[in-house]
């Protein structure tokens, strides 16, 4: 995985739960496609309900991640 994405989540793992998909396999083929995820690098961002929440395509600064997962925690906290 992507030393960034490693960072945050190591910071961020209690609060949500990250899922790598190896789009190598068929199993992960498999839930890129039930997710909608066309290409990578590419992460989804869905909600407790499992709605797409936000989507970060190619290589993202780890600041863009952050605050698209701290975005998520507040509208969680509502």
């Known amino acids: 995985m992507n030393p960034i994405v490693d960072e945050v989540k190591r910071e ?3 609060k949500v739960t990250f ?4 789009m190598d396999d068929r199993a992960g083929k498999d ?5 909608g995820v066309i290409g990578y690098p590419n992460i989804l961002v869905l909600d ?5 929440f936000s989507v970060l395509q190619g ?3 780890r ?3 952050v605050r698209t997962l ?3 925690l507040a509208k969680e906290a509502g």
């Not at 839930?31 to 997710?35: F, G, P």
């Not at 407790?48 to 797409?52: A, F, L, T």
């Open 19 to 22: 899922e790598f998909v190896n």
């Open 31 to 35: 839930r890129a496609v039930a997710l």
């Open 48 to 52: 407790s309900s499992g709605k797409r």
């Open 59 to 61: 290589v993202v600064a």
């Open 12 to 14: 961020y793992g209690g």
């Open 70 to 72: 701290d975005d998520l």
């Open 63 to 65: 600041e863009t991640i």
